[in-house]
């Protein structure tokens, strides 16, 4: 299994999660960070802006779907034909082990 983090920005957090689900991949967790990428902020006028609002959703996923998600999330999440720096990033983590604890069992 793999765990897919994925940055995005916040107006596009609704079109990533409904793509997603419409592919049969409805399971996730989203919070809110702040942070920075390369471009470093932005500056609007004189007011410069370190730090930007972003959304971070965290999927598991089987290894043959983790291609299927990617592809998923990078159409959904880029803005323009061509995208623009902000869109976000994607990272992915093996997952060693996981656990339901209703069930108090490991999964499979």
Same mark, same amino acid.
């Given at each position: 299994?793999?765990?897919?983090?994925?940055?995005?920005?916040?107006?596009?957090?609704?079109?990533?999660?409904?793509?997603?689900?419409?592919?049969?991949? !409805? @399971?996730?967790?989203?919070? &809110?960070?702040?942070?920075?990428?390369?471009?470093?902020?932005?500056?609007?006028? /004189?007011?410069? #802006?370190?730090?930007?609002?972003?959304?971070?959703?965290?999927?598991?996923?089987?290894?043959?779907?983790?291609?299927?998600?990617?592809?998923?999330?990078?159409? !959904? @999440?880029?803005?323009?034909? &061509?995208?623009?720096?902000?869109?976000?990033?994607?990272?992915?983590?093996?997952? /060693?082990?996981? #656990?339901?604890?209703?069930?108090?069992?490991?999964?499979?």
């Amino acid at each position: 299994m793999k765990m897919i983090f994925a940055i995005v920005r916040p107006k596009n957090v609704y079109e990533v999660n409904n793509a997603l689900a419409e592919a049969g991949f !409805a @399971a996730s967790s989203k919070w &809110t960070v702040t942070g920075r990428g390369r471009q470093q902020g932005i500056q609007v006028g /004189e007011v410069v #802006y370190e730090e930007m609002t972003k959304n971070l959703l965290m999927i598991a996923a089987d290894d043959e779907d983790k291609n299927e998600i990617i592809d998923i999330i990078m159409d !959904a @999440a880029q803005t323009g034909e &061509t995208g623009n720096s902000g869109d976000g990033k994607i990272f992915v983590l093996p997952i /060693e082990e996981s #656990y339901t604890i209703s069930s108090q069992s490991k999964d499979d």
